[in-house]
């Protein structure tokens, strides 16, 4: 079992910042990739940027790719989410999400890829 527990949402302003933190417990962090989703009201769960289990292969949604990094502390068990010049539109609860990954470079855009998951920090921008 993978335990995950976001922190780092809140309420910021059109163009600000936020920076997302999952912190990882209960087996090996370097074992797993990682990823993060983001769900609006009314609208279905839908895949952020995620990053391999050795940190050197990451991939982003075209709407974020330019704005929001994805990164990892294997010392600390944790996965990052930089978001800058954040959009109303990004208003979400923002999810985290592990799976075991047998290769080093493997990147899981899909959420049924994932085994793990946290529960969830709310990131609104206001306009």
């Known amino acids: 079992q993978v335990q995950l527990v976001e922190s780092g949402g809140g309420l910021v302003q059109a163009g600000g910042s936020l920076r997302l933190s999952c912190v990882a417990s209960?087996?090996?962090?370097?074992?797993?990739?990682m990823g993060w989703f983001r769900q609006a009201p009314g609208k279905e769960r839908e895949f952020v940027s995620a990053?391999?289990?050795?940190?050197?292969?990451?991939y982003s949604a075209d709407s974020v790719k330019g704005r929001f990094t994805i990164s990892t502390d294997n010392a600390k068990n944790t996965v990052y989410l930089q978001m800058n010049s954040l959009k109303p539109e990004d208003t979400a609860v923002y999810y985290c999400?592990?799976?075991?990954?047998?290769?080093?470079?493997?990147?899981?855009?899909?959420?049924?890829?994932?085994?793990?998951w946290g529960q969830g920090t709310q990131v609104t921008v206001s306009s």
């Open positions: 209960g087996r090996t962090f370097s074992n797993y990739a």
């Open positions: 999400a592990a799976d075991r990954a047998y290769y080093s470079t493997t990147v899981y855009t899909s959420a049924g890829d994932y085994d793990y």
């Open positions: 990053i391999s289990r050795s940190g050197g292969r990451t």
